[in-house]
């Protein structure tokens, strides 16, 4: 079975600064979907970004970008000029592209704050 | 896009009794999941239904818990005779489901605590 970690529960960033949190996974298979998904305080959880494993170019958006390496099955997210909205949980998450499982596995989170 | 709905947002229940939530899809998202969220936990998957169809369930759907998409629009999901460790967020998500890889798009959850 598939399994993601986040091995930082907490990180913090001053605003405008730049912050990465990381991410490691076990599959073994060869084509799948990797997302980050942010979960503001009391609020739904939004997709941040994605990234197909067949593509080699890490995925940007914005202000938002990943260093995928698969063969070290690491999935990293940064962002940069860090903003005060980005305070939230952040969620690493894995998808199987065979098979036609839809299901999500998921890290366990990491908190991010942004200080003023 | 009104976003996907779920009602209640919170629910709280004694122990052995029966709860129902219900999740209102994207209009037109043909794919429908349910996760639960336990404190300090990502979400883990429970059930998927494409359309009308359950097409995937998790070991974690034990005979308690039943899930229904009737006409491929609404959804329900019934807890039977609630146990403590049931207390979690119960999260209702949709896809389009018309390509492959189409993101997931959250409800706001409901909270379920069980006296």
């Known amino acids: 079975a598939q399994t993601v970690t986040q091995s930082q529960p907490e990180m913090s960033v001053q605003e405008a600064e730049t912050v990465t949190l990381s991410c490691t996974y076990d599959?073994?298979?060869?084509?799948?979907?990797l997302f980050w998904y942010k979960q503001p305080p009391s609020r739904q959880m939004i997709l941040v970004i994605r990234?197909?494993?067949?593509?080699?170019q890490n995925a940007t958006e914005n202000r938002f970008s990943v260093n995928f390496q698969k063969a070290a099955k690491s999935f990293s997210l940064k962002i940069s000029d860090s903003q005060l909205g980005d305070a939230a949980m952040y969620f690493c998450a894995y998808r199987t592209a065979q098979g036609g499982s839809e299901k999500l596995v998921f890290g366990k989170g990491t908190k991010l704050t942004v200080n003023p | 896009d009104t976003g996907v709905s779920q009602n209640p947002r919170h629910k709280i229940t004694k122990r052995g009794q029966n709860v129902t939530f219900r999740c209102d899809p994207i209009?037109?998202?043909?794919?429908l999941y349910w996760y639960r969220q336990t404190l300090g936990q990502g979400p883990e998957f429970l059930t998927y239904f494409q359309n009308e169809a359950q097409l995937e369930k998790s070991r974690l759907l034990s005979d308690r818990f039943s899930a229904e998409r009737p006409k491929g629009s609404f959804s329900t999901l019934e807890i039977q005779r609630t146990e403590q460790g049931d207390s979690a967020m119960y999260l209702c998500a949709s896809s389009p489901g018309d390509r492959d890889n189409q993101p997931q798009h959250f409800g706001d959850g409901t909270r379920l605590s069980i006296l």
């Open positions: 209009s037109e998202h043909n794919r």
């Open positions: 599959t073994s298979e060869s084509d799948y979907y």
């Open positions: 990234q197909e494993a067949y593509k080699q």
